[in-house]
């Protein structure tokens, strides 16, 4: 896909998207993602050899956007997270291990990430072939009455014997369980770095007694997924990843927390890329790589994916994790998906805002 194709696929939102500039955060302030991110920013950090290693297989092993400084991953834990009925019934060749790898190979991506489950069943043949993510707790819908809670359902040691490069782990900021979770990454996470392993953390918020009112869901406000970003990188995650913003003002319509009013009126003011800039700059101003989900299958795949990835790359982010958008279309489909959000960070004509 070249870039008329992208811009011809956003439509009415083309021209806002494709030529807006940040005022709030400019881009002097921000870490690039490219092919020189390891060595100009990671190597700088306390993260030892071993890590370097994993982070350059997964950065450079495979994949349409190897050697770019962006990843393009794809992530299939919602057989857990969404269960398997409500995630493969549409695809049901996805109960098998072994087809979701292959999407991730022949869709172009960088890696894949999964449970240990997965991800153990087809190692011997695969770990080596793409780099793996092993998902270390999750949710789990089968408790009654239904809890939002993220369990440990893994340990660090099971993902590195099966050659892993990364683990990966999901927090629900804001939700009552959210300190012991912080708790349990955090040992996981240093203990992961330890043993060389990469460690991505889903940033996400979960309330619903609390972050939902008067209809709007401020589970994907900017304003409180950017402090989510902030608590995530604290504990030394190396990726974030993170929801595309839909709304602002969490702290101030839900009137909790603390904030500054300078946020809303000059640094995440009311568009897509200055609300991701604004999570990007929640990372250390991009020193921890922003990854945001593809979101939910719906009627406009194609669209809503690469109008992420383009929100994603001109705010400084460095890549898109894309799994329902994918897997539960045919291969074919899921592949010209996967392959777009790629051609978008392939694209010299679209550059940080």
Same mark, same amino acid.
């Given at each position: 896909?070249?870039?008329?194709?992208?811009?011809?696929?956003?439509?009415?939102?083309?021209?806002?998207?494709?030529?807006?500039?940040?005022?709030?955060?400019?881009?002097?302030?921000?870490?690039?993602?490219?092919?020189?991110?390891?060595?100009?920013?990671?190597?700088?950090?306390?993260?030892?050899?071993?890590?370097?290693?994993?982070?350059?297989?997964?950065?450079?092993?495979?994949?349409?956007?190897?050697?770019?400084?962006?990843?393009?991953?794809?992530?299939?834990?919602?057989?857990?997270?969404?269960?398997?009925?409500?995630?493969?019934?549409?695809?049901?060749?996805?109960?098998?291990?072994?087809?979701?790898?292959?999407? @991730?190979?022949?869709? =172009?991506?960088?890696? !894949?990430?999964? *449970?240990?489950?997965?991800?153990?069943?087809? &190692? /011997? #043949?695969?770990?080596?072939?793409?780099?793996?993510?092993?998902?270390?707790?999750?949710?789990?819908?089968?408790?009654?009455?239904?809890?939002?809670?993220?369990?440990?359902?893994?340990?660090?040691?099971? @993902?590195?014997?099966? =050659?892993?490069?990364? !683990?990966?782990? *999901?927090?629900?900021?804001?939700?009552?369980? &959210? /300190? #012991?979770?912080?708790?349990?990454?955090?040992?996981?996470?240093?203990?992961?770095?330890?043993?060389?392993?990469?460690?991505?953390?889903?940033?996400?918020?979960?309330?619903?007694?609390?972050?939902?009112?008067?209809?709007?869901?401020?589970?994907?406000?900017?304003?409180?997924?950017?402090?989510?970003?902030?608590?995530?990188?604290?504990?030394?995650?190396?990726?974030?990843?993170?929801?595309?913003?839909?709304?602002?003002?969490?702290?101030?319509?839900?009137?909790?927390?603390?904030?500054?009013?300078?946020?809303?009126?000059?640094?995440?003011?009311?568009?897509?890329?200055?609300?991701?800039?604004?999570?990007?700059?929640?990372?250390?101003?991009?020193?921890?790589?922003?990854?945001?989900?593809?979101?939910?299958?719906?009627?406009?795949?194609?669209?809503?994916?690469?109008?992420?990835?383009?929100?994603?790359?001109?705010?400084?982010?460095?890549?898109?994790?894309?799994?329902?958008?994918?897997?539960?279309?045919?291969?074919?489909?899921?592949?010209?998906?996967?392959?777009?959000?790629?051609?978008?960070?392939?694209?010299?004509?679209?550059?940080?805002?």
């Amino acid at each position: 896909m070249d870039f008329n194709e992208i811009k011809n696929l956003l439509g009415s939102e083309a021209e806002n998207l494709l030529n807006h500039m940040c005022t709030g955060i400019t881009k002097d302030l921000i870490h690039v993602p490219g092919p020189d991110f390891i060595e100009r920013v990671i190597e700088h950090s306390d993260r030892n050899n071993l890590v370097l290693n994993n982070m350059i297989r997964l950065f450079n092993q495979r994949g349409r956007l190897a050697g770019t400084g962006y990843l393009s991953i794809l992530p299939v834990d919602q057989g857990i997270e969404h269960s398997g009925s409500a995630s493969f019934a549409v695809n049901p060749s996805y109960f098998d291990p072994e087809n979701i790898i292959k999407l @991730a190979i022949d869709g =172009g991506c960088n890696g !894949v990430a999964s *449970t240990l489950g997965v991800l153990g069943s087809i &190692s /011997r #043949r695969y770990a080596r072939k793409i780099p793996f993510i092993v998902k270390i707790n999750h949710n789990e819908l089968l408790t009654k009455p239904e809890l939002s809670d993220q369990t440990l359902f893994a340990n660090v040691d099971q @993902a590195w014997t099966m =050659g892993a490069a990364a !683990v990966g782990a *999901t927090i629900y900021f804001g939700s009552k369980e &959210s /300190r #012991r979770q912080i708790q349990e990454i955090s040992e996981s996470f240093r203990y992961a770095h330890e043993l060389g392993l990469v460690c991505v953390l889903w940033c996400y918020l979960r309330n619903k007694e609390e972050f939902i009112k008067d209809g709007k869901d401020y589970h994907t406000a900017n304003d409180l997924e950017s402090q989510a970003n902030h608590l995530g990188v604290t504990i030394e995650a190396d990726i974030i990843k993170q929801k595309i913003s839909t709304l602002n003002r969490g702290f101030l319509d839900l009137n909790f927390g603390k904030t500054d009013k300078l946020v809303y009126e000059k640094l995440a003011t009311d568009h897509p890329i200055e609300w991701n800039r604004y999570q990007v700059a929640n990372c250390y101003m991009g020193r921890i790589g922003l990854i945001n989900s593809g979101g939910e299958s719906g009627g406009n795949d194609l669209q809503d994916a690469v109008k992420a990835a383009v929100i994603n790359k001109r705010s400084g982010g460095m890549g898109l994790i894309l799994g329902r958008k994918a897997f539960k279309k045919s291969k074919s489909e899921g592949v010209k998906i996967l392959n777009a959000v790629q051609d978008v960070y392939l694209s010299n004509y679209i550059t940080i805002a």
